[in-house]
C-alpha cells in the first residue's frame, strides 16, 4: 500500500484568490487522481494526473479552474482558480497501480468566504 | 446515467443485525471493484476487493456479478463501530476509479 501525504489540511480562502493543495507519495505510483467532494456527496473525479504530460479531466472540470502538475511519479499538485464559495469542498488525492486499490491523502477542506 | 449507483440510505440496523449492500455500475468494460469505508470528515479507506468468486473478510463478505453488472456488500453480525459510509467504487480502463454516492449506515445500541 501507499501512504499520501496532502496539504494543506484545511484552509479558509477570500473568493477571488488561488490554493495550491500538494500530495506526496512515499513510492513511484503510476496514477493520481484529484476528487472533489462536496458537503454529504460522493466523490467526484476531475482530473487523472499523468507525469510528463497534460492532465485529463473530466467532464465539467478545466484546465484553467483546476490547474494541475505532475512533476515525478511521487508528486502532484492542484490549484483551485480564482475561487468562489462554490468551490468550497473537500478536494482529495488519491493513487492507484494498474487495477489494484486506489489509496488516498487525508483530504483538504477548502471554506472559501 | 451514473457510472455507479447504489442506494444512499440510511440504514438504521440494531447491533448484531445483517445488513446488506447493493450497487450498480454501468460501464460493462469495468476492470475492478471495491468497497471502501468512509468516516464521518475522514478520507475513504479501503474496505475491501472484489472479485467475481467472492470474497470474505470476518463479518464482511463481498460478491459481484459481472452479467449483472452489480456487487454487493453484506455485514454479518453489525458493531457500532461498523457505523459509517460505505463507498462502492468500480475501476475503469485507465485506472479510473468511480465512486457511488455512499450507503449510510447507523448501527443502533
Known amino acids: 500500500s501507499a501512504v499520501i501525504s496532502q496539504k494543506p489540511s484545511r484552509d479558509i480562502c477570500q473568493r477571488g484568490t488561488s490554493l495550491t493543495i500538494q500530495c506526496q507519495v512515499d513510492s513511484q505510483v503510476t496514477m493520481m487522481f484529484w476528487y472533489r467532494q462536496q458537503p454529504g456527496q460522493s466523490l467526484t473525479l476531475i482530473a487523472t494526473a499523468n507525469q510528463g504530460s497534460e492532465a485529463t479531466y473530466e467532464s465539467g472540470f478545466v484546465i484553467d479552474k483546476f490547474p494541475i502538475s505532475r512533476p515525478n511519479l511521487t508528486f502532484s499538485t492542484l490549484t483551485v482558480s480564482n475561487m468562489s464559495p462554490e468551490d468550497s469542498s473537500i478536494y482529495l488525492c488519491?493513487?492507484?497501480?494498474?487495477?489494484?486499490?486506489?489509496?488516498f491523502g487525508q483530504g483538504t477542506r477548502l471554506t472559501v468566504v | 446515467r451514473k457510472e455507479v449507483e447504489q442506494d444512499p440510505g440510511p440504514f438504521n440496523v440494531p447491533e448484531g443485525a445483517t445488513v446488506a449492500f447493493n450497487c450498480t455500475y454501468s460501464?460493462?468494460?469495468?476492470?475492478?471493484f471495491f468497497w471502501y469505508r468512509q468516516d464521518c470528515r475522514k478520507e475513504p479507506k479501503l474496505l475491501m476487493s472484489v472479485y467475481s468468486s467472492g470474497n470474505e473478510d470476518g463479518r464482511f463478505t463481498a460478491q459481484l456479478n459481472r452479467a449483472s453488472q452489480y456487487i454487493s456488500l453484506l455485514i454479518r453480525d453489525s458493531k457500532l463501530s461498523d457505523s459509517a459510509t460505505y463507498l462502492c467504487v468500480v475501476g475503469v480502463t485507465g485506472n479510473q476509479f468511480y465512486f457511488g454516492t455512499g450507503t449510510s449506515l447507523t448501527v443502533i445500541p
Open positions: 460501464n460493462s468494460a469495468s476492470q475492478s
Open positions: 488519491s493513487a492507484g497501480q494498474g487495477r489494484t486499490e486506489a489509496f
